[in-house]
């Protein structure tokens, strides 16, 4: 039992080039979210699934997208970085019922020079 | 929205001594609240949580306690141990349809010297 798993854990852009953020879970869990990590400001919501089919924007959805590619996988694009987007991201999961625990991955550290 | 401010953002104590962080949030409605643990370069791991029905929980050296009148909910971590050095996230919840959105404070850095 893996947990949540990210890949990948190191990437650095240029500015203007697109990358995919890969991640699984295997709890069985429905929902899936995207969270981005920046100093003093905590963990900021840019995406997330609910369920399997649907997805919804977060807090600061601009410039990324995302797929809800099964139960278990949910990826977070980045069609055309730029060096605000430079942070950590992190994935995790939740259990079906409202307000259970986040599962986090061990996240990705990104730079887009 | 949530809105969930978190304070102090550094905490320096003595091994042996106890710390205690505060968290507000804004909306009413809120009923999760969730405390995360994040060691360096570390992802944030839950170490307790507490519903809004419940005015405090315990477990072990670590304690939470909800005002839902103040909208204000607290951390107690007592007999501080230097592998209690972390950066510490409080979290609120919302009852939605949409499943958990939570609302993250910005974090506090608890440095705990031997």
């Known amino acids: 039992n893996a947990g949540v798993t990210q890949t990948p854990k190191f990437q650095v852009l240029k500015t203007g080039q697109s990358m995919t953020l890969q991640c699984a879970q295997d709890?069985?869990?429905?929902?899936m979210y995207w969270y981005r990590q920046d100093p003093g400001m905590g963990l900021r919501l840019i995406y997330y699934s609910a369920s399997e089919g649907t997805t919804d924007k977060g807090e600061v959805p601009n410039g990324y997208n995302v797929s809800r590619l099964n139960k278990r996988e949910f990826s977070l694009r980045l069609e055309s970085a730029a060096p605000s987007q430079t942070s950590v991201y992190f994935c995790a999961s939740s259990e079906d019922r409202l307000n259970s625990p986040l599962h986090f991955g061990n996240g990705t550290r990104l730079t887009v020079t | 929205g949530e809105n969930v401010e978190q304070h102090p953002s550094t905490l320096s104590v003595q091994e042996g001594d106890s710390a205690v962080i505060k968290c507000t949030y804004s909306?009413?409605?809120?009923?999760?609240f969730p405390w995360y643990k994040q060691e360096l370069g570390k992802r944030p791991q839950l170490i307790i949580d507490?519903?809004?029905?419940?005015g405090e929980k315990k477990d072990q050296r670590i304690a939470v306690t909800l005002n839902k009148t103040a909208k204000h909910f607290s951390l107690h971590i007592t007999e501080t141990q230097p592998e209690d050095s972390a950066v510490y996230f409080c979290?609120?919840?919302?009852?939605?349809?949409?499943?958990?959105?939570?609302?993250f404070g910005g974090g506090t850095r608890l440095m705990v010297k031997p």
């Open positions: 909306d009413s409605a809120s009923n999760y």
């Open positions: 979290a609120a919840s919302g009852n939605n349809n949409a499943g958990n959105m939570l609302t």
């Open positions: 709890m069985n869990h429905n929902s």
């Open positions: 507490i519903r809004s029905n419940v």
